[in-house]
């Protein structure tokens, strides 16, 4: 259906034809299907939107789920397994015809299945994908969540795998992890964080419990305990799927997992770390789909995105992203270099990890413990005829020195730097041995970036704070008057958390002739940063208090990730 849709959307104006060329070649790359691939890249608006478009056009209703609530009786008639594999669900039964919601209404072999299966006729509605995800998610219960999963334990199930006295043996390991029921709660784990959108996946283990905690929109939620009695069996059911030594439990292993939802292939990084009381398992999560990688969608003011968008189409010199672990410059930097790949132009990246595959770009994996260090990739780059380079991370000065080396010689390297604001990485890379004259005359462009989450648009109202609290956050007192903030009391939407999704925070300084000399001379990062500052840079608590007042984050966000 996609040239289908494609085609009825240029025609009724609602996008244009590159913009579907484009989506297009994205669908094929296997990267989502093209209705959501039309939003990621902002040609639609939203999911509804396109529903109620082609509900028009096929002449069938749209259907917002979230607005209604649903019969558990009516939708019992499609099985959860069914409803899973094809993202159906049942609405409403009028006599013998069956009201189903489907993302794709022209799949007719779906609608023949659920005929089949139900033995109904099927009146399709139209609702985005993620909702009907959603709605499975709230009422198939005994499927959406672990909980239901661990009654399908049994108490008499896998006694052998821990007692208080001793360890099990890597036979009886081997042994329980075969169990149909402790292999269905290790899968149903990893399903169940990836419906709810989560990156990563923790399961720790302590003196009388164990404990599962998704990391969702970069807070860690807590999920149901597990049976305390399995802990070793469901780490080595891990390891077993890693491709880890179940009998090694004394050293840190490492591995990967593929598994496949639906659809989608989806990679999972392993880490297993020995503590007091068992072993600490970390899964993260490498969703293609989760990754967005358009600079318009990742909350760039409009003035921001016009600077990095010019630095990054430069023929050479360097541009870093600089901020803490997790606060989005992957993201950010890959998102630079898919808007720059195109078959004229070499671009080669060296990381640690490599999350994510980027057909067009040579990306390599550095491997400290044989010698493949960012300084010897980066060497070797250079021997073969790159035009842009991505360096995961400058942390010495060898590799600080060969990668503004590279950029003073024709070449635009991207890099990050673990530092504070965009100010003090200038200091951060004279620190570590680099002549400031070098830096000043390599350097394009310095962003810091943080990461804030969203208020859920579901669940957002309007609430009253006090003037302190306005003042702490640093708005000036002229503007407090006319300042309105707002707040997510929590919905199914978000679970229950008030918040759904992140967006960015970014302090850009481009290099100026000034600033240059400035970092010639000496200057310390607070001065360099109060000039910025005057010439009209936006700090990192400045962009915050801007996605305050326009309702997208809270004052408590801002708080917790910016400094005045």
Known sequence: MSVELGEMLVKAGKISREQLEKALKLEKKGESKLGQILVKIGAIQDEDELSEFIGKQLNIGALRLSDIELNPEIIKLI?????????????????????????????????????FITGCSIQPVISPEKAIQKAIDTYYKESSGIDEILKGLKEDDLEVVETTEELPTEQDLRSAIQDK????????????????????IHIESYEKRIRV??????????????????????VSRVKIMADLD?????????????????????????????????????????????????????????????????????????ILVTGPTGSGKTTTLYSALKQINDPDINIMTAEDPVEFNFDGINQVQIKGDIGLTFAVSLRSFLRQDPDVVMVGEIRDGETAEIAIRAALTGHLVFSTV???DAASTVNRLVDIGVPGYLVASALRLIMAQRMVRKICNYCKERVETTPENLIRLGVPESEIKDFHIYQGKGCQECNNTGFSGRTGLFEIMPMTPDIEKMIIEGKASHEIKEYAVSAGMLTLRTAGIEKVKKGITTIEEVIAETTL
């Open 79 to 115: 099985p959860s397994d069914i409803a899973r594999k094809f993202n159906v669900i049942a609405v409403s039964k009028l006599g013998r015809t069956l009201i189903v919601a489907i993302s794709d209404p022209s799949d007719i072999y779906v609608l023949d299945a659920v005929k």
């Open 418 to 420: 673990h530092t504070n």
């Open 213 to 234: 905690r998704y990391r969702i929109d970069g807070n860690l939620q807590e999920m149901s305990p597990l049976p305390f009695k399995y802990r070793a069996a469901i």
């Open 181 to 200: 029921p402790l292999v269905k709660l290790v899968d149903g784990i990893i399903a169940d964080a990836i419906r709810k959108g989560a990156s990563d």
């Open 246 to 318: 179940i009998s090694e439990r004394r050293l840190p292993q490492d591995g990967r997992i593929k598994v496949k939802v639906g659809e989608r292939t989806i990679d999972l990084r392993v880490s297993v770390l020995p503590t007091i009381f068992g072993e600490k398992v970390v899964m993260r999560i490498l969703d293609p789909r989760s990754l967005m990688v358009d600079l318009t969608k990742l909350g760039f003011p409009e003035r921001g995105l016009s600077q990095f968008s010019q630095a990054i189409r430069l023929p050479y010199g360097m």
